[in-house]
């Protein structure tokens, strides 16, 4: 068997949860298993961790920290900006997503409204959660 190790491509079944148990991802949901190449970024830091030293057929469940997954929220990452001309209220807790001239979109989550203005947060929405991952690793190729 194979043991996984930076430059390895794996193909692996995942299914995710956040701490409380609140299904969010998994490769059943994609209809493929995902595939990523070990040490290229690809993959959030605490589930390449897990990885490295696993051999095909291995499975694990793993839980990881938010600086192992999404990251902390960062307090920059909220801004205000003026209320875009829309009718209606714009509920809390609301994706957006900006588009920009440049064809850049951002998404970002409502997290107040006033009059004229939103407040917005751009933090990956799963920021600052611990999350539950089970995995098991089909293969490991170069």
């Not at 193909?11 to 969010?24: R, W």
């Not at 900006?98 to 920021?127: C, G, Q, W």
């Amino acid at each position: 068997m194979t043991v996984i190790k930076n430059g390895n491509i794996v193909k692996i079944k995942f299914e995710a949860k956040s701490f409380n148990g609140t299904f969010f991802d998994s490769s059943e949901m994609h209809g493929k298993l995902l595939k990523a190449r070990i040490g290229s970024g690809d993959l959030i830091t605490g589930l390449e961790n897990a990885l490295i030293g696993m051999e095909e057929g291995e499975e694990k469940e793993i839980t990881l920290k938010p600086a192992e997954a999404y990251g902390i929220p960062i307090p920059e990452l909220i801004h205000i900006i003026e209320k875009p001309q829309k009718k209606g209220k714009i509920d809390p807790d609301t994706e957006i997503i900006l588009k920009f001239e440049n064809n850049e979109e951002l998404k970002a989550k409502v997290l107040k409204e006033t009059k004229d203005r939103l407040i917005l947060d751009f933090n990956h929405p799963l920021a600052g959660k611990t999350l539950k991952v089970k995995l098991k690793v089909i293969e490991v190729g170069n």
